[in-house]
Every structure is written in C-alpha cells, then in structure tokens.
C-alpha cells in the first residue's frame, strides 16, 4: 500500500482542480537513475489506471501505481512540505536504505549490494546538490 497524507491530498486536489480538476489520480513510479541508483517519479494520471495498475484511494485523491514500482514503494507515504526550503512533495519510503540529500533518489537493499563503483549523493547524477 502507498498512504497520501491529508495536506499533500489537499495540494494534489488543489492543482487537479486549477487545471480543469478531471484527472484520474496522480501516479507515483520509480525508474532507474538518480545519484543513488532509483528515482521516484509523479504525475497527475490524465489516463484511467490500467489492469495491471494499482489503486490506493486517500482522502479523495487517488494514488496509481504500476506493479513494478509498486515492489519498491510498498509501505511508502507521501507528504507535501510548503516550507520555503526543501519544499514540496516528499516521499517517505520505508525500503530506502540510502537517499540523496534531496530525497528524489535512493536505493534499497538490492540495488545497495549491487553497487561497485562506490557511487552515490556526490558522485554526479542528480544535480541536488549531494549529501
């Protein structure tokens, strides 16, 4: 399951509803890149989720996500933080076992032990500045 907190359900209907308010959801990914090997990605869902989509609905708002991102998002939260720095969308991801310094890259357990260059927040990759 992915959980959506209320004040980020509350900023995603807010921006649905600035741009016409008839989209599907929005829908959280990971891909890979990023400083620390995986990347999360959202976006507003102009598309209905598709069979092999899974739908998670939080204080109105739904949250899509595909199955192959699902195995890394499991447990995941996301949140929206509107304080002047660092603000934003936050994902909390209980299977991060290391993130950038930005929170937009991680790896978890099998990406960690398939590392061998030692790379990582610092290395050149996501541009936020590595910590």
Do not use: W
């Amino acid at each position: 399951m992915v959980t959506i907190s209320e004040k980020a359900a509350a900023e995603l209907k807010s921006i649905m509803d600035q741009n016409g308010g008839t989209f599907a959801g929005v829908r959280v990914f990971v891909a890979g890149g990023g400083c620390s090997g995986l990347q999360y990605g959202m976006q507003i869902a102009d598309e209905p989720p598709s069979t092999d989509d899974l739908v998670f609905d939080h204080a109105g708002v739904k949250v899509i996500v595909d199955t192959q991102s699902h195995q890394y998002l499991e447990g995941a939260s996301i949140d929206f933080d509107d304080s002047l720095q660092g603000g934003g969308f936050k994902i909390n991801n209980p299977n991060a076992v290391r993130s950038c310094g930005c929170g937009n890259s991680f790896s978890n357990a099998e990406e960690e032990g398939a590392k061998q260059d030692g790379g990582g927040c610092g290395s050149g990759g996501c541009g936020c500045g590595g910590n």
